[in-house]
């Protein structure tokens, strides 16, 4: 993987700017150690870190192609999971290249096929490429989103970036947050809108959607969608198909010039992901699979069984690696280092996260990084074959907002005076009316199959959303580039038209993937019920963020008062915030994780010189 930017001005002669985008690209450089490089001309300058995947000497960017009337030159973010499919279609019409590299095919498909290469392609990305001819900067980014691209328009500027921390290098894009970004933050956070960047003048390109700029002019369009189709297979066949595209998904994206392992956490998910690659390391004489898992120190003995949280992953872990013979390791975090590490998680993710469901695996990925440069990880297997509790209960299902987020109102009370006039629900309200608006729909299906429809939809594009973001910003903090099996565009298509009687087969969550999955790992593993990712539940953890907390609001300049009312919160801290009694976000923040939240937000608006305008 690796870090984009780059700076358009259709005005004014750039060409003499290089330093101000090398100092963009600068900011990536743990998205991209290996190498960097950079591209002038009169009115653009392309900036790339890379992170050395496939091709060591083939694959260097920025990357040039001169063609009889044109040249053309991408910066790229990415993995293709089809290169040499789409190489076979362009050798058949003359093409010829110079590398084995992934970056190269892109280009030359743009330039045969135009907007139209984003039909033919399977990865994930985030590029853009230069038309010299037509001097035009054609943005695109993956289907899911799985790759992050941020943009900025100022006067006849156009700047973009793998990450918002690059935009913020830049002199012209200052990092002003208004009322939209308060409520982003505070009424949505850790989730954003589609589109949104929280700052004022920085927006994200949303996924399966790309972006031109000729003569000071954008056009965003969207070039893929879900569609809304009669599902004609039955529960055998559906079976078959989701096992055989998952492990093409699988197959294809252990792919990788240098050491590649799977997240293992003993779920079923990254069971599945880990089977079928230690199958095909078997099969094609790749040694053994390096496998992962993460715990906490004395996890054993303060684990909580909850609703959410019904098993430790342990033992299981160990159980799936012991059957598919892979090499295992388990990273033990220290709680103590969790509460540190959520510094190092705001400056990773630019926003505040997930608190130290954000530094667990900023930690594990920096372990992980000590052996392994790529990963396969389970993520996007919840929200499209219904993992989640809001799936199954009836008060969840029929919620009319989010339902993984229910506490806007509790949200709106931590409010300071200066923005406690601020419309929080009606924000959140309309971003969830907005989105089922956008739902596809059968007119011949009955209502409860309709709103089993929008619930998934709902998942994959928001919290879904949320968590390929986490992904992303904390393994490419620590140069480990990590794939996703589930959120290939083959399998969320197919998914989201599967009815709901066989997606839940026995009365299940997930009760189709576990079926399709019956016979590749043991049974206990696929019956297990399903546990998230896990978090800490030792007291060192509650009292360490409860200490850091309460020193910040004993500090009378600390940002964070700009936005919070400091008796409310005072209150939160001094209950081990027990005294917010929902979930601030999804079924892990609770409790020691909001006031990590907090923390967060205060590292935030420190690291970042958050200036807050109306």
Same mark, same amino acid.
Not at 8 to 14: D, G, L, M, Q, S
Not at 74 to 98: A, C, M, W
Not at 425 to 440: G, K, S
Not at 532 to 554: C, F, G, W
């Given at each position: 993987?690796?870090?984009?930017?780059?700076?358009?001005?259709?005005?004014?002669?750039?060409?003499?700017?290089?330093?101000?985008?090398?100092?963009?690209?600068?900011?990536?450089?743990?998205?991209? =150690?290996?190498?960097?490089?950079?591209?002038?001309?009169?009115?653009?300058?392309?900036?790339?870190?890379?992170?050395?995947?496939?091709?060591?000497?083939?694959?260097?960017?920025?990357? @040039?192609?001169?063609?009889?009337?044109?040249?053309?030159?991408?910066? #790229?973010?990415?993995?293709?999971?089809?290169?040499?499919?789409?190489?076979?279609?362009?050798?058949?019409?003359?093409?010829?290249?110079?590398?084995?590299?992934?970056?190269?095919?892109?280009?030359?498909?743009?330039?045969?096929?135009?907007?139209?290469?984003?039909?033919?392609?399977?990865?994930?990305?985030?590029?853009?490429?230069?038309?010299?001819?037509?001097?035009? +900067?054609?943005?695109?980014?993956?289907?899911?989103?799985?790759?992050?691209?941020?943009?900025?328009?100022?006067?006849?500027?156009?700047?973009?970036? !793998?990450?918002?921390?690059?935009?913020?290098?830049?002199?012209?894009?200052?990092?002003?947050?208004?009322?939209?970004?308060?409520?982003? @933050? +505070?009424?949505?956070?850790?989730?954003?809108?589609?589109?949104?960047?929280?700052?004022?003048?920085?927006?994200?390109?949303?996924?399966?959607?790309?972006?031109?700029?000729?003569?000071?002019?954008?056009?965003?369009?969207?070039?893929?969608?879900?569609?809304?189709?009669?599902?004609?297979?039955?529960?055998?066949?559906?079976?078959?198909?989701?096992?055989?595209?998952?492990?093409?998904?699988?197959?294809?994206?252990?792919?990788?010039?240098?050491?590649?392992?799977?997240?293992?956490?003993?779920?079923?998910?990254?069971?599945?992901?880990?089977? @079928?690659?230690?199958?095909?390391?078997?099969?094609?004489?790749?040694?053994?699979?390096?496998?992962?898992?993460?715990?906490?120190?004395?996890?054993?003995?303060?684990?909580?069984? !909850?609703?959410?949280?019904?098993?430790?992953?342990?033992?299981?872990?160990?159980?799936?690696?012991? *059957?598919?013979? !892979?090499?295992?390791?388990?990273?033990?975090?220290?709680?103590?280092?969790?509460?540190?590490?959520?510094?190092?998680?705001?400056?990773?993710?630019?926003?505040?996260?997930?608190?130290?469901?954000?530094?667990?695996?900023?930690?594990?990925?920096?372990?992980?990084?000590?052996?392994?440069?790529?990963?396969?990880?389970?993520?996007?297997?919840?929200?499209?074959?219904?993992?989640?509790?809001?799936?199954?209960?009836?008060?969840?299902?029929?919620?009319?907002?989010?339902?993984?987020?229910?506490?806007?109102?509790?949200?709106?009370?931590?409010?300071?005076?200066?923005?406690?006039?601020?419309?929080?629900?009606?924000?959140?309200?309309?971003?969830?009316?907005?989105?089922?608006?956008?739902?596809?729909?059968?007119?011949?299906?009955?209502?409860?199959?309709?709103?089993?429809?929008?619930? *998934?939809?709902?998942?994959?594009?928001?919290?879904?959303?949320?968590?390929?973001?986490?992904?992303?910003?904390?393994?490419?903090?620590?140069?480990?580039?990590?794939?996703? =099996?589930?959120?290939?565009?083959?399998?969320?298509?197919?998914?989201?038209?599967?009815?709901?009687?066989?997606?839940?087969?026995?009365?299940?969550?997930?009760?189709?993937?576990?079926?399709?999955?019956?016979?590749?790992? =043991?049974?206990? @593993?696929?019956?297990?019920?399903?546990? =998230?990712?896990?978090?800490?539940?030792?007291?060192? #953890?509650?009292?360490?963020?409860?200490?850091?907390?309460?020193?910040?609001?004993?500090?009378?300049?600390?940002?964070?008062?700009? +936005?919070?009312?400091?008796?409310?919160?005072?209150?939160?801290?001094?209950?081990?915030?027990?005294?917010?009694?929902?979930?601030? #976000?999804?079924?892990?923040?609770?409790?020691?994780?909001?006031?990590?939240?907090?923390?967060? +937000?205060?590292?935030?608006?420190?690291?970042?010189?958050?200036?807050?305008?109306?």
């Amino acid at each position: 993987m690796c870090g984009i930017a780059g700076w358009i001005n259709t005005e004014e002669k750039i060409y003499d700017s290089r330093a101000l985008v090398e100092k963009m690209t600068d900011s990536l450089e743990k998205r991209g =150690p290996d190498n960097s490089g950079s591209y002038a001309d009169d009115n653009i300058v392309l900036g790339h870190r890379r992170l050395v995947i496939i091709d060591a000497e083939g694959g260097a960017q920025p990357m @040039i192609r001169q063609t009889d009337e044109n040249r053309y030159v991408i910066v #790229y973010n990415g993995e293709l999971y089809n290169t040499e499919d789409v190489r076979s279609q362009l050798l058949s019409k003359g093409y010829s290249f110079r590398s084995y590299s992934d970056t190269e095919v892109l280009l030359v498909s743009f330039i045969e096929w135009g907007e139209e290469c984003l039909s033919r392609i399977n990865g994930i990305f985030a590029f853009g490429i230069w038309d010299e001819k037509n001097k035009s +900067l054609f943005l695109a980014r993956d289907h899911l989103g799985v790759k992050p691209l941020f943009y900025s328009l100022k006067g006849s500027s156009l700047l973009f970036a !793998s990450q918002i921390k690059a935009l913020l290098a830049h002199p012209l894009v200052e990092p002003i947050v208004n009322r939209e970004g308060i409520m982003e @933050i +505070l009424g949505l956070g850790p989730a954003r809108s589609p589109g949104k960047g929280v700052f004022r003048d920085i927006r994200e390109i949303p996924p399966a959607h790309c972006l031109t700029f000729k003569d000071g002019t954008v056009n965003l369009r969207e070039y893929w969608k879900l569609e809304a189709r009669e599902h004609e297979e039955d529960f055998e066949g559906t079976k078959s198909t989701v096992r055989n595209l998952l492990t093409d998904a699988v197959e294809r994206q252990l792919i990788s010039d240098v050491p590649v392992c799977t997240f293992l956490s003993g779920g079923l998910d990254s069971s599945a992901i880990s089977a @079928i690659a230690a199958d095909y390391y078997g099969r094609t004489n790749r040694g053994t699979l390096p496998t992962y898992s993460i715990d906490y120190k004395d996890n054993d003995k303060f684990f909580q069984a !909850s609703l959410f949280q019904p098993t430790s992953d342990q033992i299981f872990a160990l159980r799936m690696s012991e *059957f598919i013979k !892979s090499s295992h390791n388990t990273v033990i975090l220290d709680n103590l280092d969790l509460v540190r590490a959520l510094d190092d998680a705001v400056k990773a993710n630019d926003l505040p996260g997930m608190a130290d469901i954000d530094s667990s695996l900023l930690l594990f990925c920096r372990e992980i990084r000590k052996n392994q440069t790529v990963a396969l990880s389970g993520e996007c297997a919840d929200e499209l074959f219904g993992g989640y509790p809001w799936f199954t209960r009836t008060e969840d299902i029929n919620a009319d907002t989010f339902p993984w987020s229910k506490s806007t109102r509790e949200r709106r009370e931590i409010l300071s005076r200066d923005f406690a006039d601020l419309p929080m629900e009606e924000y959140v309200n309309q971003a969830y009316a907005d989105t089922i608006r956008r739902v596809p729909k059968l007119s011949s299906e009955p209502k409860e199959e309709t709103r089993m429809r929008e619930l *998934f939809y709902l998942n994959i594009k928001w919290f879904m959303m949320t968590l390929l973001n986490r992904k992303d910003r904390m393994s490419m903090a620590n140069s480990l580039e990590v794939r996703v =099996p589930f959120a290939d565009y083959r399998i969320v298509e197919y998914a989201f038209n599967i009815p709901n009687q066989l997606k839940f087969y026995n009365g299940r969550e997930k009760g189709l993937l576990r079926e399709a999955l019956r016979g590749t790992m =043991p049974d206990d @593993i696929i019956d297990r019920k399903k546990s =998230p990712y896990p978090k800490t539940h030792h007291q060192d #953890y509650t009292n360490a963020v409860r200490s850091r907390m309460t020193e910040i609001l004993s500090n009378k300049s600390a940002p964070i008062y700009q +936005l919070i009312d400091k008796s409310r919160v005072s209150e939160i801290v001094a209950s081990g915030g027990k005294s917010f009694t929902k979930p601030w #976000y999804g079924q892990l923040m609770t409790g020691p994780q909001l006031i990590a939240y907090f923390i967060q +937000l205060n590292l935030w608006m420190e690291e970042f010189n958050v200036k807050f305008v109306d």
